[in-house]
């Protein structure tokens, strides 16, 4: 199969194989080799292909724009930043969910406790780009008032630099009392 290596890389790049048969039956249809399971586990793990649990990627995500965004405003930010021109800060919060998430373990039981209903823990905060500080403002529940508070933290710091903050998309930033 070593010949088939660059072929068999670049459609399992596009068609990941949910299992091993199928992982078979693909490079059976391309190469016309048959392997056993254990073959083609082996030859999977040698060309970097593991069995993973996947994260994902939101489905609004624009790859192309990102990585615009990142090139031709955030690293030209960040050098500003790191030469003292600017403070840059990433201005975001968490929520950290009360409950146990599908994946694997090694357990003696398939079955966890979880706490019901939608528990979670919130917090916003600012990280500074540079220093990695960090500043929390909020760990109970999230909205435009309460986002404003890193901003008025951020404003009395009375720096001699432009500051930049970077922000999601979250809705409760796009409001009046906000931008005012």
Not at 85 to 103: C, I, M, N
Not at 115 to 123: E, L, S, W
Not at 125 to 153: M, R, V
Request: proline content about 4%; glycine content about 4%.
């Amino acid at each position: 199969m070593i010949q088939y290596t660059f072929t068999l890389e670049a459609f399992f790049k596009e068609h990941p194989p949910a299992a091993i048969k199928e992982a078979m039956s693909k490079i059976g249809e391309i190469t016309g080799l048959k392997r056993s399971e254990t073959q083609v586990r082996k030859y999977l793990n040698s060309i970097g292909i593991k069995r993973r649990i996947l994260g994902t990627i939101p489905s609004k995500a624009d790859l192309e724009k990102q990585e615009k965004f990142k090139n031709e405003q955030l690293e030209p930010l960040l050098e500003e930043a790191k030469a003292e021109e600017r403070k840059l800060f990433f201005v975001d919060a968490a929520h950290f969910v009360l409950a146990p998430f599908s994946g694997y373990l090694w357990s003696f039981t398939h079955l966890l406790k979880a706490p019901a209903g939608r528990k979670r823990v919130n917090v916003l905060g600012a990280l500074d780009a540079i220093t990695h500080e960090l500043t929390i403002t909020n760990d109970t529940y999230i909205n435009a008032q309460s986002f404003c508070d890193p901003l008025w933290k951020i404003s009395r710091l009375n720096l001699d630099v432009p500051i930049t903050l970077i922000l999601d998309n979250a809705r409760y930033q796009k409001c009046k009392v906000v931008w005012e």
